[in-house]
């Protein structure tokens, strides 16, 4: 029963084979510097969906941090998450990174930046199951 009860509330991410290309080059790009993109797609019984980027408006980026702490995101509901590179190659999300915390889904990607390198975590810094469509 209590298993049953965990699949119902396991989320699954999905990501398009060319938006996780695109998140790869826009982070190889920005590096030794983090990069950060908002996540656009649906959701659907917690499952998200992913298939376009947008490069946000006031992106401040350095290499400890990425965000846009100042300057909330436009309300907008295809808006799921946001993905930030983490230079420094580990793809846990740090403390500031759960504060700031948007949407449904933080995915993370860790140097150098290839297709093993993409994470992807919930509110609670608990990963969660990626999949490349
Ligand atoms: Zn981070």
Same mark, same amino acid.
């Given at each position: 029963?209590?298993?049953?009860?965990?699949? *119902?509330? %396991?989320?699954?991410?999905?990501?398009?084979? $060319?938006?996780?290309?695109?998140?790869?080059? &826009?982070? *190889?790009?920005?590096?030794?510097? %983090? =990069?950060?993109?908002?996540?656009?797609?649906?959701?659907?019984? =917690? $499952?998200?969906?992913?298939?376009?980027?947008?490069?946000?408006? &006031?992106?401040?980026?350095?290499?400890? &941090?990425? =965000? &846009?702490?100042?300057?909330?995101?436009?309300? !907008?509901?295809?808006?799921?998450?946001?993905?930030?590179?983490?230079?420094?190659?580990?793809? *846990?999300?740090?403390?500031? !990174?759960?504060?700031?915390?948007?949407?449904?889904?933080? /995915?993370?990607?860790?140097?150098?930046?290839?297709? !093993?390198?993409?994470?992807?975590?919930?509110?609670?810094?608990?990963?969660?199951?990626?999949? /490349?469509?």
């Amino acid at each position: 029963m209590s298993e049953l009860k965990k699949k *119902k509330f %396991e989320r699954k991410i999905s990501l398009t084979k $060319d938006a996780r290309d695109g998140i790869l080059s &826009f982070c *190889k790009m920005n590096h030794p510097n %983090e =990069g950060i993109l908002i996540l656009r797609g649906k959701s659907k019984h =917690g $499952d998200v969906y992913i298939d376009e980027l947008v490069v946000p408006p &006031f992106s401040e980026t350095g290499a400890d &941090f990425a =965000g &846009f702490p100042h300057n909330p995101l436009p309300l !907008d509901l295809s808006y799921v998450g946001i993905v930030h590179s983490h230079p420094s190659g580990t793809a *846990k999300p740090s403390l500031t !990174d759960l504060d700031n915390f948007f949407g449904l889904v933080s /995915i993370i990607v860790k140097s150098p930046y290839e297709d !093993d390198d993409i994470f992807a975590w919930d509110s609670d810094g608990r990963e969660l199951p990626l999949v /490349i469509i």
